[in-house]
């Protein structure tokens, strides 16, 4: 029987509003509490990655700006911070989450302008989680001890900070409140294609009127980061990037006595057994790797699938990707916003041409894409084995790998066959099946029966290549103490 | 596919629903934004897929035939807009409002098989169901047992439906499920399978009559299932949320859902209906509001 | 008449047998006198390997092993080494030890090995958490091992270093393969006869002898170690260490030879976060 209704139902544009958005043509450094120009007047364009506009000119910090930022850190933390009270650190970090939230829309909007993410996700997800976590840490400044039974905690002291482009404010929660809760002071760069929430956030903490120098936020690339990475008066290293990257890092302070913590890369397993809640396995799917563009260092981006259910799962999952929908980040019903830069879309195309030369079945949704703009429509790839390069490496786009299994030995073993190890997901009705599941993947989170749910509550960390060290919860304490 | 080709059989498995990860699902729905000439659209489509309904102790012919009228002539200020899709009442009432409702495109629905509770044998139900459709119905809107149901005698409740569907005839079948007393959507989607296996026409959330009635999360476990099933026969079913869908944005929402669950081919009458007496106004002063660019007071819109 | 002593040949442990090392190699123990005492095995970097085999294949039954079990094989060890009280005296004494020192050694390594033992059906309990997740999710942390540790043992203890280090390390799950000090190795080898009687399993408790200088390029560039604990705080060690460590993200742990501490063994645990769905249906209230 076909459609009698000739007519399509369409969704008409939502554009989220950017009238409320107060944006500067040029952002300097937020050093010692003032912004700051840099020695050397270099500038570089943040852009939307979704009309390829310029957004923002931005300061590169170089060495000496660096220093600069690092000494108003330590100043801070020698004539403030450490003499502050605990829960006076704790009511500055309540204000914080306070002013994120009255503001949310506002670092939703930017967040998707100068990222690409779906407004849905900045305003849902990344915004409120980044309040969250700020309110979160806020407790724990005065309650420190009992974290830690039969010790005394102490801060570490400055702790650089260097976080990626994927989720520029919550990354940017995720470092600066444990750091300050735990009594230290920061210096934090931003990712060079999203600085702008952080310089947004660098406003709160002027307008709650944090001492200066407790928290600095220098933006810039690479360069900038190594600046940090090997400033001799930095105790503490926080990064969260490329397994690539983290590893120069381990290298370049393995003479020194700084403490590190690294959050890397990631090859999630997600496991889809046969007695599996089928329907919201696919939903987990879809989350799992096509949340944020795939740029998620623990998207699901292996699917391992029971051979005897392949079909009708496959089959299921191609018709809910052509529910989704690519296109502008402000519009609110965007499901799939822009790639972050062009660079990440060049490498994304180069991982498919990969898939395809080496003979996996590519299925893509034909949804229309913006002429202007990186852009990279959900993608899956079948009949994937583990010596594909698609089931191997991190692309860190939208774009899943499918294998099968038959039992549960193969997939556990399939599953960990992987030097990465940061987050796996299983799919089962059996309560016995999961535990003996979740216990024996390799991975820091391993999510059950549902993917991708984040809490500042819980923990958030990998094993073997996916770095070391835990962000969130109580765990999340000891990167930035001595115990 | 001819529905008849397709043996009518229970299933040897059903599928399980995890709850929270349903209702992820809908608040990924609920987020849709539906703005301008998509909203006026969805609007009008809702308004033609309700079942007017009546189903009180204190129905009489007066008060049907008022509903009938309603039904054909929702808002007559504002132009274009579409009939209901049917009116739903007492099989007493059906003769008096296929009376009313003659030569238009409005269907007579009726319930039946001991509404609300079902609590009476299969003789009585088919008798019941016989009258309604001698009366003249379009449609028949029959209740399961669900006592036999939660005492696992899932053969007995599949049977009355294939009974029942046989005295049907040609008028369509909705089954109504009354999820609010199922407790689980692992056992309205068990409900669901059950009764499409029997190759009904629609199912149906609820009688209205019990809290909860239609919410998303069930509705859209009921649409998966019709989807499966569509998978496996190639037979479409109807789908009917019933009670409970009182606004134009809880319309749309549900719309969507179908929208994305089983695709445009289902957002027809023919397809989806809502069971519902209130809905229509809340929808009419929507479209008034888009229509004249304010917002609109109630005591506009006639209550029938 | 004179005795003639019947001299002990010490070889290396690895997987639960006593082979030499592969290399032929070896080094003398000398005595404060110059005399020497024993030939020690001066292991290679294929030693080394097999001894990462072997651990890595004991890695998973022995962290799937009940807690209870696993406290109950550290407790063996701790009856063992007491019943063998005497020939570790000796040993001491043999390499420069007074006999008083030798004795205060001792009990404390037993005394350690009963004090990690007692930990391993409990760190779990108080380095998890249930964390109060702000969605309808039950979620949990708990630590579990990291897997094959690669152990340089203290170089300036023989027997309470060494046991210090095994010990929190394999209370918490984990394997290892132990590079014992090369001035003062001679309990290590007989420790690890302890080990074997102790029922635990071959491969668990690897023990090599040999040249740190030599041995700890090849610990922190093995890309199956997956943490290597050291202990000595020279500075060029360390950042060789921490430098080769990066091919595999490998963890680096300084621990120094200090008092019974239950964090030794969160040092070797990764933290493992669960979530999973609570369904919420029926009446509000939970049950109030």
Redesign the interface.
């Known amino acids: 029987m076909t459609n009698k209704n000739n007519t399509h139902w369409n969704l008409s544009p939502a554009p989220e509003s950017t009238t409320h958005i107060r944006l500067q043509k040029q952002y300097e450094l937020f050093i010692d509490g003032k912004w700051q120009k840099p020695q050397k007047p270099v500038y570089f364009d943040t852009i939307s990655p979704s009309t390829e506009q310029v957004l923002a000119k931005v300061a590169e910090a170089g060495e000496a700006d660096v220093d600069k930022a690092v000494k108003a850190a330590r100043n801070a933390y020698n004539k403030y911070w450490k003499k502050l009270a605990p829960k006076e650190k704790g009511k500055y970090l309540y204000r914080i989450a306070r002013m994120i939230q009255e503001r949310a829309r506002e670092f939703a909007v930017i967040e998707s302008m100068d990222g690409g993410k779906p407004i849905r996700e900045s305003r849902d997800i990344d915004v409120p989680l980044a309040a ?1 976590h700020f309110f979160y840490y806020a407790g724990w400044a005065d309650k420190l001890d009992y974290a830690f ?1 039969n ?1 005394k905690p102490q801060p570490l002291g400055v702790a650089g900070q260097i976080i990626p482009w994927n989720f520029p404010l919550l990354m940017a929660a995720w470092k600066i409140a444990p750091a300050l809760a735990c009594g230290n002071t920061v210096v934090l760069k931003p990712a060079e294609t999203t600085p702008l929430t952080a310089l947004k956030l660098a406003e709160i903490i002027s307008e709650a009127d944090l001492p200066p120098g407790v928290v600095n936020i220098i933006t810039g690339a690479g360069k900038t980061g190594a600046a940090i990475v090997n400033h001799s008066d930095i105790d503490k290293i926080a990064f969260t990037g490329s ?1 690539e990257v ?3 890092i ?2 370049a ?3 020194t006595n700084k403490k590190i913590t ?1 959050e ?1 890369g990631g090859k999630a397993a997600n496991i889809v057994f046969d007695d599996a809640p089928l329907d919201q396995a696919v939903e987990g799917i879809i989350n799992g790797i096509y949340f944020n563009q795939g740029h998620v260092c623990c998207a699901g981006s292996r699917l391992f699938v029971q051979e005897s259910i392949c079909d009708i799962l496959v089959k299921k999952l191609k018709h809910r990707m052509k529910a989704l929908i690519v296109g502008d980040p402000l519009d609110k019903n965007t499901d799939i916003g822009a790639i972050n830069s062009k660079a990440q879309l060049n490498t994304i195309n180069n991982y498919i041409a990969w898939g395809k030369k080496e003979g996996a079945e590519m299925f893509q949704t034909n949804c229309k894409l913006p002429e202007k703009g990186f852009w990279c429509p959900p993608t899956l790839f079948l009949n994937v084995s583990q010596s594909h390069k698609i089931a191997q490496e991190e692309i860190f786009g939208p774009v899943l790998a499918v294998q099968t299994f038959r039992t549960e030995t193969e997939v556990i073993e399939k599953a960990n066959n992987t ?1 990465y190890g940061l987050s796996a997901g299983v799919w089962t009705d059996k309560g016995s099946k ?1 535990f003996n599941m ?2 024996k993947l390799r ?8 993917y991708n ?1 984040f ?1 500042p ?5 990998g ?6 060290g ?1 962000e969130g ?3 999340g304490l000891s990167a930035y103490l001595t ?1 | 596919m001819i529905k008849n080709q397709v043996k009518q059989e229970l299933p040897l498995y059903y599928p399980r629903v ?4 349903v ?1 992820d699902r809908i608040a990924r729905i609920t987020s849709r934004s539906i703005k301008n000439e998509s909203k006026m659209q969805g609007l009008k489509l809702a308004l033609s897929m309700i079942d007017l309904t009546t189903l009180e102790g204190a129905d009489t012919v007066g008060k049907v035939k008022q509903l009938c009228y309603k039904a054909l002539h929702l808002h007559d200020s504002i132009e274009g807009l579409p009939a209901t899709a049917a009116v739903c009442v007492y099989p007493t009432m059906v003769k008096t409002a296929k009376k009313a409702l003659q030569g238009s495109s409005v269907k007579v629905a009726s319930v039946a098989t001991a509404f609300p509770a079902g609590q009476a044998p299969l003789k009585v139900k088919i008798d019941d169901t016989k009258f309604a459709v001698s009366e003249g119905a379009d449609e028949v809107d029959m209740v399961i047992s669900r006592g036999k149901f939660l005492q696992g005698e899932y053969n007995y409740v599949f049977d009355e439906i294939c009974a029942i569907k046989e005295v049907c005839g040609i008028a369509r079948l909705k089954v109504i499920l009354e999820t609010g007393e199922l ?3 692992d056992r309205v989607r068990k409900a669901s399978d059950i009764a499409l296996h029997a190759n009904v026409d629609f199912i149906k959330t609820s009688t209205g009559k019990i809290s909860p009635a239609a919410t998303m999360p069930v509705t859209y476990v009921m649409l998966e299932a019709i989807r499966d099933y569509y998978q496996k026969t190639g037979i479409m079913t109807g789908m009917k949320p019933a009670g409970g869908i009182s606004t134009a944005k809880q319309a749309l929402h549900y719309l969507i859902m179908v929208k994305e669950v089983l695709g445009e081919e289902w957002l027809t009458p023919q397809w989806f209906r809502f069971g519902a007496s209130r809905l229509a106004n809340d929808i009419l002063m929507q479209i008034a509001k888009q229509t004249f660019g304010c917002y609109q007071n109630k005591d506009y819109f006639s209550n029938d | 008449m004179k005795r003639v002593e019947v001299l002990k040949t010490y070889k290396i442990f690895i997987g639960g047998a006593f082979p030499r090392t592969e290399s032929g190699r070896y080094y003398p123990l000398l005595n404060k006198q110059g005399k020497t005492i024993a030939n020690i095995c001066l292991s290679s970097k294929k030693d080394l390997r097999n001894a990462v085999v072997a651990a890595r294949n004991a890695c998973a039954g022995w962290a799937a092993k009940t807690a209870y079990n696993r406290s109950q094989i550290l407790y063996r060890m701790a009856e063992m080494l007491e019943t063998r009280k005497a020939q570790f005296a000796d040993e001491l004494l043999k390499q420069g030890f007074a006999k008083q020192q030798a004795e205060k050694e001792i009990i404390a390594s037993i005394d350690r090995l009963i004090y990690y033992a007692g930990w391993c059906d409990k760190y779990m309990q ?1 380095y998890s ?1 249930v ?7 039950f ?1 949990f ?1 708990l630590p ?1 091992p ?1 897997g094959v540790v690669g152990i340089l043992a203290p170089e300036n203890s023989s027997l309470l270093g060494l046991i210090s280090a095994i010990t929190p390390c394999v209370a918490g799950g984990n394997t290892c393969v132990v590079l014992a000090s090369y001035t003062l190795p001679l309990c290590a080898i007989s420790f690890a006869e302890v080990i074997q009687c102790s029922d635990v399993p071959a491969g668990v408790i690897n023990i090599l002898t040999g040249s740190k200088k030599e041995l700890l390029e090849h610990f922190s560039n093995h890309m199956d170690i ?1 943490a290597v604990v050291y202990f000595d705080n020279k ?1 060029e060690e ?6 080769q ?5 490998k ?1 680096i742990v300084t621990q120094t030879l200090n008092d019974e501490d239950p ?1 030794k063994i969160l040092d070797l645990q ?13 009446s509000g209230g939970g049950g109030y």
């Open positions: 969250a039974p010790r397994t983290g590893k120069i381990q290298r302070i393995a003479g690294l890397l030097p999961i979740t216990r991975a820091g989170v391993v999510w059950a029966n549902t749910k809490d509550t819980s923990p958030f960390g094993y073997k290549e996916s770095g070391f835990r919860g109580l765990h115990v | 995890d709850q929270v990860g209702e407790g689980t959507l | 108080i958490s964390n109060p997740v702000a969605t309808s999710h979620n942390s579990e990291m997956n500075y360390l950042k060789k260490l921490k430098t460590a990066a091919l595999n993200v963890r964090y990764e933290i493992k976060t669960t979530w999973h769905p609570i369904e919420n249906i029926g």
